[in-house]
């Protein structure tokens, strides 16, 4: 009889935990689906400077816990890559929708970049159930609809050329 009782306990508690994890995952909005990007275009891709703001017409589907962030990687000859980000969850809340908006995004590292000509070569996008999609040059069709290519006119480095930009080498340590 106590191995009876003991084993309906057991399975209870079983139940219960399985339960209130169950929805636990369904009020949290459980997402398993990442966001899709259709393309990003960039507004004015002629003249960017890089100092300011990037505007962007995105195309993007998402349609469970919302875009949190999506970010540009583009890359010039010299081998030098230009990040863009924009960051949906500032407030603490996420956007839901489909279908195309214009955003603002912001440079993330200009101080050891050249101005010129950079091609677009990812595209991350995540979403609110920690979903991260990544679209390279080599293979997906959001990045082939995308802009291409930018003109960048003007970067951090622009504004002071004669910046160190050569880190410390150390030659040599000894422990007294």
Not at 88 to 116: A, E, P
Not at 150 to 175: C, E, H, S, W, Y
Request: net charge negative; proline share 3%; charged share 25%.
């Amino acid at each position: 009889m106590k191995n009876k009782n003991r084993w309906i306990s057991i399975c209870l508690v079983v139940i219960l935990v399985f339960n209130f994890s169950v929805s636990v995952m369904a009020s949290a909005g459980y997402d398993k689906t990442p966001p899709v990007i259709n393309y990003i275009k960039i507004c004015n891709p002629d003249q960017i400077d890089a100092t300011e703001q990037l505007e962007v017409e995105v195309y993007l589907e998402e349609e469970e816990s919302g875009v949190t962030k999506f970010e540009i990687i583009m890359c010039n000859d010299y081998g030098e890559e230009l990040d863009a980000t924009y960051n949906y969850d500032t407030t603490g809340n996420r956007i839901l929708f489909t279908g195309k908006t214009k955003v603002k995004m912001q440079f993330c590292n200009t101080k050891k970049i050249h101005s010129g000509i950079f091609k677009l070569k990812r595209i991350y996008v995540h979403d609110g159930g920690s979903n991260i999609v990544s679209y390279t040059e080599e293979s997906d069709a959001a990045l082939k609809n995308s802009t291409q290519e930018m003109n960048v006119i003007k970067t951090a480095f622009d504004d002071n050329p004669d910046q160190d930009l050569d880190p410390p080498i150390l030659r040599g340590m000894k422990i007294c």
